[in-house]
Nanobody, 126 residues
Framework: QVHLVESGGGLKQAGESLRLTCTVS??????????LAWFRQKPGAEREFVVG????????IYADSMKGRLSVTRDRAKNILDLDIYSLKFEDTAVYYC?????????????????WGQGTQVTVSS
């Protein structure tokens, strides 16, 4: 069984930075066969793609709307994916979810991910 646990959410002021951590455990293919991603869901909205990290080559794809304010670090030995968000905005307020899929390349489509964490709330005050 695969478990994903998110941590690092909380209340932040606009302009601050935040690190979210996704810790993955359980029976997954090799790191090269496991792509990881972060999604977020704002109140009343659908879950949307934020960033995806390829299992194959560690390349990362970013949502255009947040490009330039994100940084991802993956520790393959520890099965951890960190997401740094800089210059937080009020509109970054959402529940952030970590997801994993048995794939070489990360997908932007949430339906491609088989495994999900419970989510962590990020609230940005303006």
């Amino acid at each position: 069984q695969v478990h994903l646990v998110e941590s690092g959410g909380g209340l932040k002021q606009a302009g601050e930075s935040l690190r979210l951590t996704c810790t993955v455990s359980g029976l997954l293919p090799s790191p090269q066969r496991t792509s990881l991603a972060w999604f977020r869901q704002k109140p009343g909205a659908e879950r949307e793609f934020v960033v995806g990290n390829n299992g194959l080559d560690d390349d990362t794809i970013y949502a255009d709307s947040m490009k330039g304010r994100l940084s991802v670090t993956r520790d393959r030995a520890k099965n951890i994916l960190d997401l740094d968000i800089y210059s937080l905005k009020f509109e970054d307020t959402a529940v952030y979810y970590c997801a994993a899929e048995d794939a070489l390349l990360a997908s932007v489509a949430r339906e491609d991910y088989a495994y999900w964490g419970q989510g962590t709330q990020v609230t940005v005050s303006s």
